[in-house]
């Protein structure tokens, strides 16, 4: 089990979420997967690209991929929309204890510039 921390911020906002969750590392790839609100979330970071699912209240998918304009979908009974993203920029800094994930995007047709910190430690005194 680990301890996973979600901060992220944009203009004149800021949020901090943290949870638990597991993280699986395969053949290059790091799979994240955690509860956050009741929603079943889903973060895959292969090949440089950044893949976010969560399933719930409210579904979206959206990809991130440095240097390359990308959709966060989104919907929940039968209605949906999107918006575009640009990810300026995408780290990843991982080993046995645990991972830390940054991501720099411009969100929306407004293009408002957003930061995400992913951070998931390991044996942080929780449940097995």
């Known amino acids: 089990m680990y301890r996973i921390n979600i901060t992220s911020n944009g203009a004149n906002w800021s949020d901090n979420k943290t949870c638990e969750g597991d993280v699986t590392f395969s053949d290059g ?20 690209k950044v893949v976010q699912n969560r399933v719930g209240a409210q ?7 440095e240097g390359k304009k990308t959709s966060c979908i989104f919907g929940s009974g039968g209605l949906s929309g999107s918006f575009e993203i640009l990810t300026e920029k995408i780290k990843i800094v991982y080993g046995k204890g645990g991972l830390r994930l940054n991501l720099e995007y411009l969100s929306g047709s ?11 430690f390991k044996n942080f005194g929780g449940t097995k």
């Open 29 to 48: 790839a790091v799979i994240i997967n955690y509860t956050l609100d009741g929603d079943k979330c889903t973060l895959t970071v292969d090949s440089g």
């Open 59 to 65: 579904n979206v998918n959206v990809q991130f991929e």
């Open 110 to 120: 407004d293009r408002e510039r957003v930061n995400l910190t992913l951070t998931a």
